[in-house]
T-cell receptor, first 112, second 114 residues
Framework: EPEVTQTPSHQVTQMGQEVILRCVPI?????FYWYRQILGQKVEFLVS????????KSEIFDDQFSVERPDGSNFTLKIRSTKLEDSAMYFC??????????FGSGTRLTVV | AQSVTQLGSHVSVSEGALVLLRCNYS??????LFWYVQYPNQGLQLLLK??????LVKGINGFEAEFKKSETSFHLTKPSAHMSDAAEYFC????????????FGKGTRLHILP
């Protein structure tokens, strides 16, 4: 069964550093998403992306966040200057023409 | 706007007993509804989804859920709990539009008592 692949599975970074979280969506999917889950809390929507532009973003997705599909296969989330409160599990998801939402296994980001 | 409310942040049941996890939704359009399970330090696994077809939806691992429009509910059940069912369960809602986000509830942690 096709999968959404996220790398790395765990990343530790120092406060103020830039991080890039990577995702490879399912190859024929057209819609891409990032979600965040702070430890012990619910999963929250960050951003959706279609046709090389942001479709919708939440209030969490401020100027320090950006997304990109640089090469037609990868979908990245960049955090420019990480803060302690950015520590969370970040999930990538993709969906296709027929409704079929698939989540990746997540990247655990720890900001120290 | 859409939202889901999960009743009970923690639920404990004995092994072999009925599992019932409650979810109520709010949606201005016909909803798509989901239950996801998350095991410790792992990702989100889809248990089942309702997409406006049959109101009783069967999922993996013996779970099922019934869509009740009159009660705006989508409760998750399993007839007989197993120790391996211990996990966090999230109810979620979407509009069903292919580019729409999923809105998650706060989750219910299921504990299985021996």
């Amino acid at each position: 069964e096709p999968e959404v692949t996220q790398t790395p599975s765990h990343q530790v970074t120092q406060m103020g550093q830039e991080v890039i979280l990577r995702c490879v969506p399912i190859s024929n999917h057209l819609y891409f998403y990032w979600y965040r889950q702070i430890l012990g809390q619910k999963v929250e929507f960050l951003v959706s992306f279609y046709n090389n532009e942001i479709s919708e973003k939440s209030e969490i997705f401020d100027d320090q966040f950006s997304v990109e599909r640089p090469d037609g296969s990868n979908f990245t989330l960049k955090i420019r200057s990480t803060k302690l409160e950015d520590s969370a599990m970040y999930f990538c998801a993709s969906s296709g023409d027929l409704y079929g939402y698939t989540f990746g296994s997540g990247t655990r980001l720890t900001v120290v | 706007a859409q939202s889901v409310t999960q009743l009970g942040s923690h639920v404990s049941v004995s092994e072999g007993a009925l599992v019932l996890l409650r979810c109520n939704y709010s949606s201005s359009v016909p909803p798509y509804l989901f239950w996801y399970v998350q095991y410790p330090n792992q990702g989100l696994q889809l248990l089942l989804k309702y997409t406006s077809a049959a109101t009783l939806v069967k999922g993996i691992n013996g779970f099922e859920a019934e869509f009740k429009k009159s009660e705006t509910s989508f409760h998750l059940t399993k007839p007989s709990a197993h120790m391996s069912d211990a996990a966090e369960y999230f109810c979620a809602v979407s509009s069903g539009n292919r580019d729409d986000k999923i809105i998650f509830g706060k989750g219910t942690r299921l504990h299985i008592l021996p």
